[in-house]
């Protein structure tokens, strides 16, 4: 962060200060009052006309060159800033600090940013997760998180962590909106979850969310299957099998990387009765390191489902 000030104050060091003044003055544009007593007569004024507009461009030029200067050494030090912003949130995000995350992001909820708002919406909707949060905060975080995600999107179309989160942040406002408006979101979310594996076939999380997405479906109440099936002449479905093959998918992108998803193939397993590997993959959710709230649920699940089997 330091670097970061100092790089900007040696960028905008040597270009200094000067008025308009003192750049017409050096175009050669006199800047006092008229020459002598009486300053320039009718003719003097007319020869020296071309001259004058001559001398007025270069220094209308020079003025031109020197703001685009001043805005381009704006633009970079803003960039700098936004890098800071994003290498403190990320450390905070890391430490698990969400509501001191949350605190330093919303102070750019305005920014044009793409990579620092969708970390704010993320930011948002992991304090409506908290169990501290109360019911009616945690629903005006969610819609806040929704905002923060859409406006991340719309700045920058191929992000992909724009899409995953604008498509968690759909299925939780989901929760508020009915079993009709969920079905029908269910739609969107899986295209911007496809998306941001298309755009970083490498990241887990995406990943391990459209696994989550296939699991919901096939485990879908047959009430709710009625429903959709009333709604939507195709509506959403899928298989434990095609949940699994995410999960494993996840976990070769990157191995162990996160509770949840030891959870679920462990889950997936127990559905298609499989109890040896899910008594793998149970135990291995039981026994990850709690370093979040979400965790310490997953290793309670876990426990639960081991006990069961």
């Not at 700098?80 to 949130?89: C, D, G, L, P």
Request: aromatic residues 10%; charged residues 25%; positive net charge.
């Amino acid at each position: 962060m330091a670097a970061a000030a100092v790089m900007a104050a040696l960028l905008l060091r040597p270009l200094g200060r000067p008025s308009a003044r003192s750049l017409l003055g050096r175009a050669g544009v006199a800047t006092g009052g008229p020459r002598g007593r009486g300053g320039l007569g009718r003719s003097q004024v007319l020869r020296k006309s071309p001259k004058r507009g001559v001398a007025l461009s270069a220094g209308s030029f020079l003025v031109y060159e020197a703001s685009k200067l001043v805005s381009g050494f704006a633009e970079v030090h803003a960039s700098f800033k936004v890098a800071e912003v994003i290498e403190q949130a990320d450390y905070l995000y890391g430490s698990g600090e969400t509501e001191k995350l949350y605190r330093l992001l919303v102070q750019h909820k305005n920014s044009e940013d793409a990579e620092l708002l969708w970390r704010l919406a993320r930011a948002s909707r992991d304090l409506a997760q908290l169990s501290s949060t109360s019911a009616e905060e945690k629903r005006q975080l969610v819609y806040e998180a929704l905002e923060y995600a859409k406006k991340a999107l719309e700045k920058n179309e191929s992000n992909f962590a724009a899409h995953k989160w604008y498509a968690i942040c759909i299925s939780d406002v989901g929760d508020y909106e009915g079993i009709k408006v969920k079905i029908a979101n269910a739609f969107v979310i899986k295209e911007h979850f496809q998306r941001a594996i298309e755009l970083n076939p490498k990241d887990a999380t995406s990943i391990h969310l459209m696994g989550i997405w296939c699991y919901s479906f096939a485990e879908m109440p047959w009430y709710q299957r009625k429903i959709a099936a009333m709604l939507f002449a195709t509506p959403p479905t899928s298989t434990y099998q095609e949940a699994l093959r995410y999960f494993h998918m996840a976990e070769e992108a990157d191995p162990n990387f996160y509770s949840k998803n030891l959870l679920f193939l462990g889950k997936a397993y127990l559905k298609l009765n499989n109890k040896k590997m899910a008594l793998l993959w149970l135990s291995k959710a039981k026994d990850y390191p709690a370093h979040t709230e979400e965790d310490k649920q997953v290793q309670k699940e876990a426990l639960e489902l081991l006990n069961s089997i």
